[in-house]
């Protein structure tokens, strides 16, 4: 199975809906999706909104043969306790899926530390799938500096787009 989640933001995630739905109709495979926002009603996946709670998505995860997520923090610090192969694909400001591009910010640092594989155009969904090979993630102390690392660089994301926040208001 393969399971795919959005979060909870308020802006739909159209762009990756309607291409896992579309590869959902091509594959034998069951798919899931969490949808959140997204207007698009999938015709060849199950899918539901929002999950009731978390234990929903951890479920979904744990019975999941892959997870594609938005490049979330909850999402990527989720997917990392799991030694399943992941795709993650950021929302873009361009597509009017965020208010700016944090995401893709961390999709780069999560690129370069190679452990989950980021799709940035989701045209490259299918085949990023079809080549996925089940890697061995045991979580060991490498895996466990990663995700302290992403916790960090979350942490001083939040706080430099606080303080810019802070900045800005103050200076008008």
Request: aromatic share 8%; with cysteine.
């Amino acid at each position: 199975m393969i399971f795919v989640t959005v979060g909870t933001h308020y802006l739909g995630f159209e762009r990756l809906i309607k291409k896992m739905d579309e590869i959902a109709g091509r594959i034998e495979e069951k798919v899931i999706a969490q949808i959140g926002s997204s207007k698009y009603i999938p015709k060849n996946m199950i899918y539901f909104k929002f999950a009731k709670d978390e234990n929903e998505i951890l479920e979904q995860c744990e019975k999941a043969r892959i997870i594609i997520a938005h490049c979330g923090a909850g999402s990527i610090l989720t997917i990392l306790n799991y030694t399943k192969p992941a795709l993650i694909v950021p929302r873009l400001k361009k597509f009017n899926e965020l208010i700016d591009d944090h995401q893709l910010e961390l999709a780069e640092v999560c690129e370069k530390k190679g452990r989950i594989k980021v799709i940035y155009d989701v045209e490259n969904l299918e085949n990023a799938l079809k080549e996925i090979v089940y890697l061995d993630y045991n979580k060991n102390k490498k895996e466990k500096k990663l995700i302290n690392f992403l916790k960090s660089l979350i942490e001083e994301m939040e706080n430099e787009h606080m303080h810019d926040n802070i900045s800005s208001i103050s200076s008008k």
